[in-house]
């Protein structure tokens, strides 16, 4: 196997004069150098591949446009960390080796920062074809907003700006690829969430048949988003070219500069509201920075859209994104995809206005949200997939109630009085999330049986540590009556299914879950039809029991291997007419729109006037996700989220210098949570199953995420009372707190 490595740009935006590997591919042990003039003549076009539906366009007011990326650059370099040239040598030391020997000359031009000054008539436009650095433009409306405004006691604008963060899983990426000549197949592993799409996506740039590409998701520490990379596309192109297996892993610098970031909006808001703080419209123009390619297209922005009213009844609306092209790190989904942005802003806007009007945070929440009586809740306006944003199930002012039960809202405040008393500044923070969970398109799902009884899930939703081995096997056993410890689950290959969607947007337990349901379902009635035919039974007396096909007793007349025995196929089988031999059945599973799941977290927390050290005390989730499949598989869920949520609040950013170099480049500038930064987290669970899905289910992988942001930071406003911080930004690290308190102490805007 020979190891790959990438020579990157060192700039932002530059002209690429000269670049000369003659010395690099001169060097003992190496394979081969390629740069873009070696991929030219291959014709390879590599189009960020997500495109808005048509059921979703014909409804907005939308503007795609769409352009190639070079897979290495080619005339110019548009970002640090943009692939020049990939070596390949027999090892490590000599690809490594062999890069600091490329010369590469460079023009600098004016790069690109933020999406203001990309937006400017006289910026320097980064992708040609697009015309200027506008990728796309989404704007949606519901009600009479104007009216709403006219007519409002009081209104307010506000600016808010989420940094940029790295997902930061606990391993780096890395891609394996072997070609074999022989029977014109590629095997390729990943560490991608969606084998399938990875599989399509580079099958169709490097002209490889599904039916000849097999791509594998081997255990890793990780995904959290992300999608198909370069690296993904040229080692299986080199393993071809080379006729040997290549290995490419990327190091911990290189997937804070090129792992696709996150976050990274500015909201310019507008709120009407009254005495009682109830807001009775919301304008906002997002400007969201997508580095140098929307590879998932309108999925963010869209995402912060739709989910930027949370729970709350706003029926006036409206709301435009700009997605803008910059010299950045292509900006990507993320845990929380689009509704971090969308609850800090929604979140921080409540707790704003409840100051306002003298009102404590609570009772001004309970005036907004949705009542319960009302579910479900037409939001006005269309989600991703065409279908109308409708809230399927829940009581969100109940989900309050139990959030400041949990956490004794009451008797907290009481303590508050007393510790300030004491100097300590200590305080509470509220807030509330929805979550679309379940996207589509399908996904799929086999169930069989051998001859033992066991039973094998064969899945295309791809397991990177959500334990789907536990929670998609309950699914089955419960359908299938069969013992959970005689299920095994195998996932995260393409060769096991033909059609899978894979992990993301919180959606296994409704897609996966569903698909194996039904798959389930589907082996239960042969199995009951194959041996009501054998003892000569009606198969509606049957049931299945334990792995045993029982009568209505409960008395085992046989067991799921025997009858699997029955069903296999050979001279002399005898099964119903018109039933296929083989114990086992295929399922895809397509859900009509997204579920939506809910939560409402409360902190606690204590600030360190003099350090800016934001200490967490106490932090309750109650949080609704349909019917609960396994709650130890929850709640490490919402926990798991809760503290990426916490390092997007306090310590995550990716930081860019006037010349657009990355500032944050190891883990040393790069602060993640660590496990003394995490509190313990309290989950509490509401259950209102949703109508969308037989097994009532909502997802539940990013909402412990989703909300942290927005509490964390109105925990710490309470804490600085009767300080104005008037905090727009996160994440809030200790020097940007201190700067805060000391502008608010000095009467001065910070």
């Not at 700006?161 to 072997?178: C, D, F, T």
């Not at 006005?380 to 829940?394: A, E, H, K, L």
């Not at 899945?459 to 056993?477: D, I, P, R």
Request: aromatic fraction near 6%; include cysteine.
């Amino acid at each position: 196997m020979a190891e790959a490595v990438v020579l990157r740009s060192p700039v932002a935006h530059a002209l690429i004069v000269d670049l000369d590997v003659t010395e690099a591919r001169a060097l003992p042990g190496v394979i081969a150098v390629i740069t873009a003039s070696d991929l030219a003549v291959e014709s390879f076009t590599y189009r960020p591949y997500h495109k808005s539906v048509a059921e979703f366009t014909e409804l907005v007011d939308v503007v795609e446009k769409h352009h190639d990326v070079p897979l290495l650059a080619d005339d110019r370099v548009r970002r640090v960390g943009e692939p020049v040239a990939f070596i390949v040598a027999d090892d490590r030391y000599i690809a490594e080796d062999a890069r600091d020997l490329i010369r590469l000359d460079l023009e600098e031009l004016e790069p690109v920062l933020d999406p203001e000054r990309g937006l400017e008539p006289d910026a320097p436009v980064i992708h040609d074809e697009l015309g200027d650095n506008l990728q796309a433009r989404v704007t949606v409306s519901s009600g009479d907003l104007d009216g709403a405004f006219a007519a409002a006691e009081h209104t307010a604008s506000f600016r808010f700006k989420v940094g940029r963060s790295v997902a930061s899983p606990i391993e780096n990426r890395g891609v394996i690829a072997a070609w074999d000549p022989e029977d014109g197949g590629m095997t390729v592993w990943s560490a991608t969430q969606m084998p399938h799409l990875s599989r399509k996506v580079v099958g169709g740039i490097l002209g490889i048949a599904a039916e000849d590409l097999r791509v594998l998701c081997p255990d890793m520490g990780g995904s959290f988003g992300g999608g198909v990379y370069y690296e993904d596309i040229l080692v299986p192109y080199l393993a071809k070219l080379l006729g040997r297996p290549v290995r490419w892993l990327e190091d911990r610098a290189e997937n804070l500069v090129n792992a696709r970031h996150a976050r990274d909006q500015i909201h310019e808001v507008e709120v009407a509201y009254d005495a009682s703080g109830r807001i009775h419209a919301l304008r906002d123009r997002i400007l969201v920075d997508m580095g140098l390619a929307s590879f998932y297209g309108l999925v963010v922005p869209y995402n912060t859209i739709s989910h930027l009213r949370g729970p709350y009844r706003i029926d006036n609306y409206w709301c435009r994104a700009d997605i803008v092209i910059t010299n950045k790190t292509p900006n990507a989904p993320a845990r929380g995809a689009g509704r971090v942005s969308a609850s800090f802003v929604m979140e921080r806007i409540l707790e704003l206005i409840a100051r306002r009007v003298n009102r404590d945070p609570a009772e001004v929440r309970l005036k907004n949200l949705i009542p319960g009586d009302v579910m479900p809740y037409d939001m006005g306006i269309p989600y991703r997939d065409g279908n109308p944003v409708v809230y399927d199930s829940g009581d969100y002012p109940a989900q309050l109630r139990m959030a400041l039960d949990a956490v004794n809202y009451a008797g907290f405040r009481e303590r508050q009085k007393e510790l300030r008393d004491e100097g300590r500044f200590v305080g509470i923070g509220l807030a509330a999330y929805m979550e679309g969970t379940g996207y589509g398109p399908h996904e799929g799902a086999v169930i069989r049986v051998d001859l033992a009884g066991n039973v094998t899930i064969l899945s295309g939703s791809n397991n990177h540590g959500q334990s789907h081995e536990t929670t998609l096997a309950q699914v089955c056993a419960d359908v299938l009556g069969v013992d959970i410890e005689r299920i095994s689950l195998r996932d995260g290959d393409t060769s096991l299914i033909q059609h899978g969607g894979g992990t993301f947007a919180s959606r296994t337990a409704v897609t996966g879950g569903m698909a194996v349901a039904g798959a389930a379902a589907l082996v239960r009635d042969k199995a009951l039809g194959i041996a009501a035919h054998r003892l000569g039974l009606n198969k509606d007396e049957l049931g299945l029991i334990a792995g045993h096909v029982c009568d209505a007793s409960g008395k085992a007349l046989m067991s799921l291997g025997e009858v699997a025995a029955i069903a296999l196929p050979g001279s002399g089988v005898d099964l119903p007419a018109g039933v296929v031999p083989g114990l086992e059945a295929l399922h895809y599973y397509v859900p009509p729109t997204v579920t939506w799941s809910s939560g409402t977290h409360a902190v606690t927390v204590e600030v360190d006037r003099q350090t800016g050290r934001v200490q967490l005390d106490r932090y309750v989730v109650a949080h609704d996700c349909g019917n609960v499949i396994n709650p130890s598989v929850v709640e490490g869920q919402v926990v798991g989220g809760v503290a990426h949520g916490i390092g997007n609040a306090l310590y995550e950013e990716e930081v860019y210098d006037e010349l657009g170099t990355p500032l944050a480049t190891s883990l040393l500038d790069y602060h993640l949570p660590r496990a003394i930064d995490v509190p313990r987290v309290e989950v509490y669970h509401q259950e209102f199953p949703s109508p969308l899905n037989e097994l009532g289910v909502k997802g539940c992988g990013e909402g412990g995420t989703v909300a942290a942001p927005a509490a964390i930071t109105n925990a710490v406003e309470d804490a600085m009372k009767p300080l104005e911080l008037g905090i727009m930004e996160m994440p809030l690290q200790p020097e940007k707190l201190l700067r805060a308190i000391d502008a608010a102490e000095a009467g001065t805007p910070e």
